[in-house]
């Protein structure tokens, strides 16, 4: 499934709030950005090719300018397979020193920008308030510092609440530019798999999740569904003009509820060797339980869970993973996941798969004081008492 990146772009405007959009026509989005009467003519851009290393200072010739007021803008012409919405325009600054009304001299953003052919514009806020374009059908190339490169993954690295059923994922390399595509690929390096997707930043979370960051690092979130494959992936990069380079490893693991053993235990027990079997799970990878609050052992502030987990060591083919787990002795009985994650952040959980027996608990005694040297046979009441359990 592809699911390319958002680009998320602070740009410097001058005079103008205009935003680019993509197209298959490359035109600006809405009817405010319509060609006006009162803007100027644009005939020519200086140079006409450039690439995304760095900003790009720029010439517009043509007539009617309003130096003070006119901005240069690029938009894409290209048809990205990220919608018609997604890729960026690029919003430029004019310097009005050395700009005339035949001559418009600024700087355009094209650091990591998208590469490919885009159309010239430049933007005027009216005297009504409205923001007026003029399309220069000159076409303007930013080529690419180089294919992208996809070095390492880490799962679970950025901080804030990622988007439901997600794991927030860090994708660090060389190269990545904005509106890139992220896919999984299986090892043959040829076939995408589609149940899992990664998508840039996260809508309800901007902040936390700031999506593209840099040439060397794209933020987003992971989702595994439907029927993916499991075990090792490539997670590779493509820029709008195709490019692709060396893609990063990642582990899918999986496992089903009847791989798990044992399933239950008592409260208050140590070191319960718990065995999970399934698929893909890479060595290195932790394996772990739904933790809830031990009521006794948790002060103040500090909160103390009711289960730790040891070591976990995975068996050479990858298809099992153990671990020793231990329990406070007011283990909560709540059914509880179990999930696999990998030293790469490749996580798998199946939920109410393990559940913990309460200890027992008194509630009262048929007699609160015997005299000194006597027998009496005492009667206690409660909960959870188990055949054989002794009473001192």
Same mark, same amino acid.
């Given at each position: 499934?592809?699911?390319?990146?958002?680009?998320?772009?602070?740009?410097?405007?001058?005079?103008?709030?205009?935003?680019?959009?993509?197209?298959?026509?490359?035109?600006?989005?809405?009817?405010?950005?319509?060609?006006?009467?009162?803007?100027?003519?644009?005939?020519?851009?200086?140079?006409?090719?450039?690439?995304?290393?760095?900003?790009?200072?720029?010439?517009?010739?043509?007539?009617?300018?309003?130096?003070?007021?006119?901005?240069?803008?690029?938009?894409?012409? #290209?048809?990205?397979?990220? @919608?018609?919405?997604?890729? !960026? $325009? +690029?919003?430029? /600054?004019?310097?009005?020193? *050395?700009? &005339? %009304?035949?001559?418009?001299?600024?700087?355009?953003?094209?650091?990591?920008?998208?590469?490919?052919?885009?159309?010239?514009?430049?933007?005027?806020?009216?005297?009504?308030?409205?923001?007026?374009?003029?399309?220069?059908?000159?076409?303007?190339?930013?080529?690419?510092?180089?294919?992208?490169?996809?070095?390492?993954?880490?799962?679970?690295?950025?901080?804030?609440?990622?988007?439901?059923?997600?794991?927030?994922?860090?994708?660090?390399?060389?190269?990545?530019?904005?509106?890139?595509?992220?896919? #999984?690929?299986?090892?043959? @390096?040829?076939?995408?798999? !589609? $149940? +899992?997707?990664? /998508?840039?930043?996260?809508? *309800?979370? &901007? %902040?936390?999740?700031?999506?593209?960051?840099?040439?060397?690092?794209?933020?987003?979130?992971?989702?595994?569904?439907?029927?993916?494959?499991?075990?090792?992936?490539?997670?590779?990069?493509?820029?709008?003009?195709?490019?692709?380079?060396?893609?990063?490893?990642?582990?899918?693991?999986?496992?089903?509820?009847?791989?798990?053993?044992?399933?239950?235990?008592?409260?208050?027990?140590?070191?319960?060797?718990?065995?999970?079997?399934?698929?893909?799970?890479?060595?290195?990878?932790?394996?772990?339980?739904?933790?809830?609050?031990?009521?006794?052992?948790?002060?103040?502030?500090?909160?103390?869970?009711?289960?730790?987990?040891?070591?976990? %060591?995975?068996?050479?083919?990858?298809?099992?993973?153990?671990?020793?787990?231990?329990?406070?002795?007011?283990?909560?009985?709540?059914?509880?996941?179990?999930?696999?994650?990998?030293?790469?952040?490749?996580?798998?959980?199946?939920?109410?798969?393990?559940?913990?027996?309460?200890?027992?608990?008194?509630?009262?005694?048929?007699?609160?004081?015997?005299?000194?040297?006597?027998?009496?046979?005492?009667?206690?009441?409660?909960?959870?008492?188990?055949?054989?359990?002794?009473?001192?």
């Amino acid at each position: 499934m592809t699911l390319p990146l958002a680009a998320r772009r602070s740009l410097a405007l001058a005079a103008t709030t205009a935003l680019l959009t993509s197209g298959a026509t490359g035109l600006l989005s809405g009817a405010a950005f319509a060609a006006g009467t009162n803007t100027g003519t644009v005939s020519s851009i200086s140079p006409t090719v450039t690439n995304n290393t760095g900003d790009t200072a720029v010439t517009l010739n043509g007539s009617g300018f309003l130096p003070t007021s006119d901005s240069p803008l690029l938009a894409p012409t #290209f048809q990205s397979a990220y @919608g018609s919405s997604g890729t !960026p $325009g +690029l919003v430029g /600054t004019t310097t009005q020193a *050395n700009s &005339t %009304t035949t001559k418009l001299v600024g700087s355009v953003p094209t650091t990591n920008a998208p590469p490919g052919v885009y159309d010239v514009y430049t933007s005027r806020t009216d005297p009504t308030g409205t923001s007026v374009s003029a399309k220069c059908g000159c076409p303007f190339t930013i080529s690419s510092s180089g294919a992208p490169d996809a070095s390492s993954v880490v799962v679970g690295a950025s901080t804030g609440t990622p988007s439901r059923g997600a794991l927030p994922l860090d994708l660090s390399g060389q190269n990545l530019a904005e509106a890139s595509y992220v896919d #999984f690929y299986l090892p043959d @390096g040829v076939t995408k798999d !589609p $149940g +899992l997707a990664f /998508t840039v930043g996260d809508p *309800n979370d &901007t %902040t936390h999740f700031p999506g593209y960051a840099s040439a060397q690092l794209i933020r987003g979130n992971y989702t595994h569904s439907g029927a993916f494959t499991p075990g090792k992936h490539l997670l590779r990069v493509t820029n709008t003009v195709g490019e692709t380079g060396s893609a990063a490893e990642f582990w899918q693991p999986t496992f089903a509820a009847a791989g798990v053993s044992p399933t239950s235990t008592g409260a208050g027990s140590q070191s319960v060797v718990v065995t999970v079997s399934g698929q893909g799970i890479r060595q290195g990878s932790r394996l772990s339980m739904q933790p809830f609050k031990s009521a006794s052992q948790s002060t103040g502030t500090t909160t103390v869970q009711d289960v730790s987990a040891g070591a976990a %060591t995975v068996n050479a083919d990858g298809t099992q993973i153990s671990a020793p787990f231990s329990f406070t002795q007011d283990a909560s009985g709540s059914p509880r996941a179990i999930t696999i994650s990998g030293p790469d952040g490749g996580n798998y959980s199946v939920a109410n798969v393990f559940t913990v027996t309460p200890g027992p608990s008194i509630g009262s005694l048929d007699t609160s004081a015997l005299g000194q040297g006597a027998n009496y046979v005492e009667t206690i009441s409660g909960s959870g008492f188990a055949s054989g359990t002794n009473a001192s």
